[in-house]
């Protein structure tokens, strides 16, 4: 009697552990997701931009990239200080996956761009490489977002006292004092479409207010909302103009770009004054299962 009772309790074991193993196996990825990423990124000699991706806990990484058939590889101090060591690397832990990220270096010399051009080359899909994937298997291209990369033109510096602040709730602060009479005729943003619905934006000119030092909330921030600005802005010398940036906490893209004040002085002078942003979206475990679902829906 006490063997049957031991070989039932065996049996539940067993088909516990084979239930708890199947239900693992479902939570697996075949592959690592590339998360979105929305990026302008100056030309220079070198430029840098982190990608994020999900990945199982199995210490799968992401070793380059091919963009447009230019192989991009991680910069060299994450390398020393990222992959060198024995422990998983991760940005945050999910309850089967971690969140990781790759600082990758872009050199001059693959890209067709000209210094001083005022050219752009994007990419919308990019190749990745992983270790611990089926080697056997050709690797295929995922759509990335948007990233650019633009060989901004070199103008005189027309504008001084420049600062910048941010928030831990995606906002940012940005203001810079005319040095001469200038006239602003327009703010361009990249990749405006994808992320207008997201992106609120307040433009003051005289106003006092930091976002880094005054945590109001952000129905009082001075200024006017972009949408109602009448443009071209007259700046005398001495103004400072002021823009306020805040996106919302439901978009989940990384953001890295610098809007554009463009004008011209009283000469006649193009130019253009930039504002770099950032913005990292927070993900919940239901956010992690969203985007899964939402990529397997796409292969099938």
Sequence with gaps: MKERYFWLIMVVIVIAWIGNYTYLKSQQLENPILLTHYYEIPFEDRSFFEIYYLTNKDHQKLNYLELNGVGVYPSEEFNHFVYEQNVPQFEKEFRHHYLKKVRFELRDHGLPLEPNSGDKWSVQEVIPHYTHVNAAKRPESEDVGNISVKAYTQGNQLFGNQMSGSSNTNETYHSATAQENVLIEK?????????????????????????????????EIPGKPFGEIAFPIQLMQGDTLSIYLKVDDSFKSYLHMPLRWVGKTEDGESFENLIFMNSQPRFDQDDINQIIAEKEEGME
């Design 187 to 219: 703010l361009v943003i990249p990749h405006h479409k994808k992320i207008a619905d997201s992106l609120d934006i307040k433009i003051g000119v005289n106003d006092e207010f930091n976002l880094a030092e005054d945590r109001r909330n952000w129905s």
